[in-house]
């Protein structure tokens, strides 16, 4: 196939297409770039090298200002002016890297002919964000499952179950669900259209920004809110749509105000409606509910994994790409539990020497490409965590290009500081190479003990190990011993959870029990929303020492997280080529036995 020269955006984002997505059927050429020869070329090292440097300069300041305690806001202007000279950088370098010419319109074309897959509900005018999946494609998903099942849960041993999809809201809000997933959102007043608050106010800054007609004062204040933007309440973005009289930028009319938009699909469960629920926003939280029965399952053995096939909800404000952002997906999830204190692998040995693309935090502030080292001097060098981490990131690899991806448009990225969760120590997103820019396929994160320790907190049932001491070790004891009689007659229904939420205090929480109940006669003991009020007749409080052969550990959690939906874009959009002028699938994508996908010629 020869390479054609076409124009081309600078920018190749995910979301460079988002609105074209089953809107625009012009057929557009959309240049797929090939980063590893090209980048090896000194000539274009050349012409990187300025903006290259000018990264590493921000970067270092980023840095300092970290180090020296600089003011929050300075740091965030710092942080933005490093986004705009990494954007500046990657736009050079997909400018300078030669491509090959994909049809994005007629391959959407080709799916649909052929019933890959169609929006759903079509013959009523469709629903954004929703598809249904043709024969085609459900045999493509199922292979594509079926070779995920084998690769990990059969060949690693772990652990699968299938948990409910709907999810009750106390175990969401424990896991940060109900007060992380709500975004601020406007609409239209007129057409109803909806718009993620935080995104349009953005847009229309960037947009007044870009005009040279504005003054520097109006654009400097334009920079300093888009900074802000991402610490600003409910009544800061709405004081900043009125300060800039926002309309709708599709039709001009007047927008609302300011709401909240929860992410979540919300339910009732059962007649009675008191029972607020959710459909699930991922798959893990039915693994940690369940983590007491896997320990028990597994012999009260560490480490162990446990994995989920099943589908998950995000009420998506404004899905426009396709399978990438929908409001139902499929998710494959591993929860592999180990000892916080050792996070090696038995089987670490077997991939050291895989070769991977990993493009890490300090590459992205210094403005270099990604490298392509071994797995195992990653983590000698500590570059990735540990070797748990490392271990499932080279089969997530080896799984990838089993299942077709071309491994020269593969790599792993490494989340910066800025964009680390609060609870992960590490965490790599496997991305390929698409006509939509870098995907994310596949997260693998180091969650630590923070599901285990929320769940914990909120119901009083203790998600914790035992793990063997070398030699037995006397310990101080302050234990609280309730008098279940008189919380039984006292609480009712409720004594099982207060019996079970006084276990689980900690030695530091039992301490300030006694010192209460010494002091003041009572204490005020806080479960979930609830609080109860024990006293000193409830809860006897005993110090003592004793001998123990075992120590009790939350465990640590190391996340594989796949998204089948992006797998399955990924695998059509790099095997599909033009081919005697007739758009056409491969067979097969990389020839490989064991292949995920299946025959197309049907």
């Known amino acids: 196939m020869s390479l054609e020269q076409t124009s081309y955006p600078k920018a190749l984002h995910r979301s460079a297409y988002k609105a074209q997505w089953g809107k625009n059927k012009k057929h557009r050429n959309i240049k797929l770039q090939w980063y590893l020869d090209t980048m090896s070329?000194?000539?274009?090292?050349?012409?990187?090298?300025?903006?290259?440097?000018?990264?590493?300069?921000?970067?270092?300041?980023?840095?300092?200002?970290?180090?020296?305690?600089?003011?929050?806001?300075?740091?965030?202007?710092?942080?933005?002016?490093?986004?705009?000279?990494?954007?500046?950088?990657?736009?050079?370098?997909?400018?300078?890297?030669p491509n090959i010419t994909f049809d994005r319109a007629k391959m959407e074309d080709l799916l649909k002919r052929r019933f890959f897959f169609d929006q759903s509900f079509a013959i009523y005018g469709g629903i954004t964000g929703q598809f249904d999946f043709g024969p085609m494609g459900c045999a493509f998903k199922a292979n594509l499952l079926q070779l995920w099942r084998q690769f990990f849960v059969l060949e690693e041993q772990m652990l699968e179950v299938d948990c409910s999809i709907l999810t009750p809201e106390p175990v969401l809000k424990a896991s940060g669900h109900v007060d992380r997933f709500a975004d601020l959102m406007v609409k239209d007043t007129k057409t109803g259209e909806c718009f993620r608050l935080d995104h349009l106010i953005k847009a229309h800054l960037e947009k007044i920004s870009a005009d040279k007609k504005t003054a520097q004062e109006v654009k400097d204040d334009c920079q300093d809110i888009i900074i802000k933007l991402d610490g600003m309440n409910k009544n800061e973005m709405a004081a900043v749509m009125q300060k800039f009289n926002m309309k709708s930028p599709l039709t001009g009319n007047d927008l609302t105000e300011?709401?909240?938009?929860?992410?979540?699909?919300?339910?009732?469960?059962?007649?009675?409606?008191?029972?607020?629920?959710?459909?699930?926003?991922?798959?893990?939280?039915?693994?940690?509910?369940?983590?007491?029965?896997?320990?028990?399952?597994?012999?009260?053995?560490?480490?162990?994994?446990?994995?989920?096939?099943?589908?998950?909800?995000?009420?998506?404000?404004?899905?426009?790409?396709?399978?990438?952002?929908?409001?139902?997906?499929?998710?494959?999830?591993?929860?592999?539990?180990?000892?916080?204190?050792?996070?090696?692998?038995?089987?670490?040995?077997?991939?050291?020497?895989?070769?991977?693309?990993?493009?890490?935090a300090c590459n992205q502030m210094d403005g270099k490409p990604a490298e392509r080292v071994?797995?195992?001097?990653?983590?000698?060098?500590?570059?990735?965590?540990?070797?748990?981490?490392?271990?499932?990131?080279?089969?997530?690899?080896?799984?990838?290009?089993?299942?077709?991806?071309?491994?020269?448009?593969?790599?792993?990225?490494?989340?910066?500081?800025?964009?680390?969760?609060?609870?992960?120590?590490?965490?790599?997103d496997a991305e390929c190479l698409t006509s939509y820019g870098w995907i994310e396929c596949v997260g693998c994160a180091d969650r630590s003990a923070y599901d285990l320790t929320q769940h914990t907190q909120a119901t009083g049932v203790r998600l914790a190990a035992e793990k063997k001491l070398p030699e037995p070790k006397i310990v101080d004891v302050c234990e609280a011993t309730p008098n279940k009689g008189i919380l039984g007659k006292t609480f009712k229904k409720d004594a099982k959870a207060i019996t079970d939420a006084l276990a689980a205090l900690s030695l530091d929480e039992v301490e300030a029990l006694g010192q209460k109940l010494e002091g003041a006669g009572a204490y005020d003991l806080h479960i979930g929303d609830q609080t109860f009020n024990v006293n000193k007749d409830m809860v006897d409080v005993k110090k003592y020492q004793k001998t123990v052969h075992v120590e009790e550990i939350i465990p640590s959690v190391i996340e594989p997280s796949f998204g089948s939906h992006e797998m399955y874009t990924t695998g059509t959009m790099q095997c599909f080529v033009k081919k005697t002028g007739m758009a056409q699938l491969l067979r097969t994508l990389q020839k490989s036995k064991g292949n995920a996908n299946v025959a197309w010629n049907r």
């Open 41 to 97: 070329d000194p000539k274009i090292e050349e012409v990187l090298a300025p903006l290259r440097a000018s990264v590493k300069e921000q970067g270092d300041l980023v840095r300092k200002l970290k180090a020296e305690g600089a003011p929050d806001l300075d740091v965030k202007k710092a942080v933005a002016e490093l986004k705009t000279r990494k954007k500046l950088l990657e736009d050079k370098e997909l400018s300078l890297t």
């Open 258 to 360: 300011p709401i909240e938009f929860n992410l979540m699909f919300a339910t009732q469960i059962g007649p009675s409606g008191l029972i607020k629920g959710f459909l699930r926003p991922e798959t893990a939280q039915g693994i940690f509910v369940n983590f007491k029965r896997l320990l028990e399952f597994n012999q009260g053995k560490l480490p162990f994994a446990a994995a989920q096939i099943g589908n998950a909800f995000r009420n998506e404000i404004s899905p426009r790409s396709g399978l990438i952002r929908v409001r139902e997906f499929t998710m494959a999830e591993i929860e592999h539990f180990c000892d916080p204190k050792e996070k090696s692998h038995p089987k670490f040995g077997n991939v050291r020497n895989t070769e991977m693309l990993l493009y890490s």
């Open 374 to 428: 071994t797995i195992g001097s990653a983590v000698d060098k500590r570059l990735v965590a540990n070797e748990t981490l490392g271990y499932f990131m080279a089969r997530i690899q080896q799984f990838l290009v089993k299942s077709g991806v071309d491994p020269n448009r593969l790599r792993f990225r490494q989340h910066m500081a800025n964009e680390m969760a609060h609870y992960a120590c590490d965490c790599w």
